[in-house]
């Protein structure tokens, strides 16, 4: 079995796609690959993080979400989802899901100074839903009877067909009541197919599945779910700011987001 340096990492190579600091020579070598077989590959990540940060605000502001559920939470990168929900709104309680050892050894540092008792970690894989909702951790910070925002941010195309990933979402949604929400981001092959099955190939060599989806197989996770507006765009589309890259192509951009809403 490999180490933690003699593999990459997604939550590594995607922190420094980010510029961030908290990656290997392997990770590093990774994303170069990446970024010659696919030269916009910089590109998404932080269109997703910005797309991440928007979702937060609007949920725990317009919709007066209180609770959060992320999973697949990535290195800290600051505004962390706590810190967006807490800065509206300073009661938000949000759990956070990785099943990596480098984000669990970042996790004491992402809750430092975080309102104890409203902010967890739980360190348990995605495909383990059951695992997730009976974890003691996330038990003292959410309540389940309460609705809560289910963030699965650029997380499903790490989940292989076989996986079950649609189970794994309505698995999810079936734990939390009417008035929850689902945020959910998914890299896509739509533009450049031959781009994406390249990153794969090298993201396979270190055993990491990446399945982009198309944009109908993403829309199925939002099945029995009203998608707020604007529905499913790039997350380039969905409820700009100044910040977002306009400048970026549709095949740059490469990752569809949205939010809806359980009935
Ligand atoms: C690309 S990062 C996204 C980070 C953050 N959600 C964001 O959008 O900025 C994907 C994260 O998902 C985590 N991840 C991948 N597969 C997972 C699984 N089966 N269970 C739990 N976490 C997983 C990785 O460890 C990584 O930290």
Do not use: C
């Amino acid at each position: 079995m490999p180490g933690a340096m003699e593999r990459a990492h997604p939550a590594r190579v995607y922190d420094y796609l980010l510029g961030g600091r908290d990656n290997y020579p392997v990770d590093r070598r990774a994303a170069e690959e990446g970024l010659r077989a696919n030269p916009a590959s910089r590109v998404p990540p932080r269109e997703n993080r910005a797309f991440l940060r928007r979702v937060v605000g609007h949920l725990a502001g317009e919709r007066g979400v209180r609770q959060f559920l992320d999973i697949g939470t990535g290195i800290p990168t600051s505004p962390n989802v706590h810190e967006v929900a807490q800065a509206v709104a300073p009661d938000a309680r949000v759990v956070y899901v990785d099943n990596d050892p480098i984000v669990l050894a970042h996790a004491a540092g992402l809750l430092r100074g975080a309102p104890p008792g409203r902010t967890g970690y739980v360190d348990a894989d995605l495909r383990d839903v059951e695992r997730i909702l009976a974890s003691p951790q996330l038990r003292a910070v959410l309540d389940l009877d309460r609705p809560v925002a289910v963030v699965l941010v650029a997380i499903m195309h790490f989940v292989a067909d076989a996986d079950g990933p649609y189970e794994i979402v309505r698995r999810l949604l079936d734990a939390v009541p009417s008035g929850s929400y689902l945020a959910l981001s998914h890299l896509t092959g739509d533009f450049d197919p031959d781009a994406w099955d390249r990153v794969a190939a090298i993201f396979a060599r270190d055993g990491v599945t990446l399945r982009v989806r198309s944009r109908a197989e993403i829309a199925r996770f939002f099945d029995g779910l009203d998608l707020l507006d604007p529905g499913l765009p790039l997350v380039t589309r969905w409820r700009p700011d100044a910040a977002v890259n306009l400048a970026a192509t549709d095949a740059e951009v490469a990752v569809y987001g949205g939010v809806a809403r359980k009935p």
